[in-house]
């Protein structure tokens, strides 16, 4: 399979998709220079008068409901409805699910426009399939992503979507197949934005690639390897985000085979 995943990594630099992101103000940065780096275009747009003409112009949705306000919602709708409309593939990241009554109507809202794929920690993948009743700390999983695998199919089987719950091993979940990365090292932990930077990046894979379940284990195996590699020259957070984002830019298929750690299973 790893032959197959490095493919899709090419075919995003190939193809450079636009990816109009909704995302919250912390990580804009952070996301749209990852995107930059793996050959991908992005654009961050939430204008009421200009959402649905740009997701009309790219390739792909992403919504990160991080920072959320009454303006940004409307904006979220608005983009979800006209990529349900268009039938153009979107990508919900669903930060700090289960937590305020509030965000938990805005998913449910969202949740009506059938995301393509849903990635989030064990906890979010959790309190959206409404099989747990645990509270989530912030932005950080109290679970491990082994135990949201019910959940993940859950909402694959009622939602549609292809699920990735992350955490120390990534998990994919698509009918009857799972993939599991075991790529990435704990000192990204310590780096905040780098789930929402996944999220993008599936979004970008997805644009390029039919295959949306491949194409969410390239970007989490790629985002993974890369931190691995970023992290033996790195200090500590601050310059592994600098070297993370330079890796992402310039890793090649030989680092890719030699670091990809994954396993698929069929039910």
């Not at 996301?31 to 939430?46: E, F």
């Not at 930077?197 to 970007?219: L, P, Q, R, S, V």
Request: proline fraction near 2%.
């Amino acid at each position: 399979m790893k032959e197959s995943l490095w493919n899709s990594i090419l075919s995003v630099r190939k193809n450079a998709p636009l990816v109009h992101n909704i995302t919250n103000y912390v990580v804009m940065n952070t996301t749209a220079n990852a995107l930059l780096a793996i050959g991908a275009s992005p654009i961050m747009a939430h204008a009421h008068s200009e959402v649905q003409d740009m997701v009309a112009l790219s390739g792909v949705l992403v919504i990160n409901i991080g920072t959320l306000d009454e303006y940004w919602v409307k904006s979220m709708l608005l983009a979800a409805a006209k990529a349900h409309e268009l039938d153009k593939p979107w990508v919900l990241d669903p930060v700090g699910a289960g937590a305020t009554a509030y965000r938990d109507g805005v998913i449910a809202q969202l949740l009506e426009y059938k995301p393509t794929v849903i990635r989030g920690n064990a906890s979010e993948i959790m309190a959206l399939a409404k099989v747990s009743q645990s509270k989530t700390k912030g932005v950080d999983s109290t679970h491990e992503s082994q135990e949201a695998i019910e959940a993940a199919q859950w909402l694959n089987a009622n939602v549609g979507s292809v699920v990735c719950v992350s955490g120390a091993v990534d998990v994919i979940v698509s009918g009857n197949r799972k993939i599991f990365v075991s790529n990435g090292h704990k000192l990204m932990q310590q780096v905040t934005g780098l789930g929402c930077t996944a999220t993008a990046m599936i979004g970008a894979f997805i644009a390029a690639e039919n295959d949306i379940f491949k194409a969410t284990a390239a970007a989490m195996a790629l985002l993974g390897i890369t931190g691995q590699l970023a992290q033996k020259i790195s200090q500590g957070p601050g310059s592994l985000q600098l070297h993370l984002l330079d890796k992402l830019y310039s890793i090649t298929q030989e680092e890719f085979y030699s670091h990809i750690a994954i396993d698929e299973h069929h039910e």
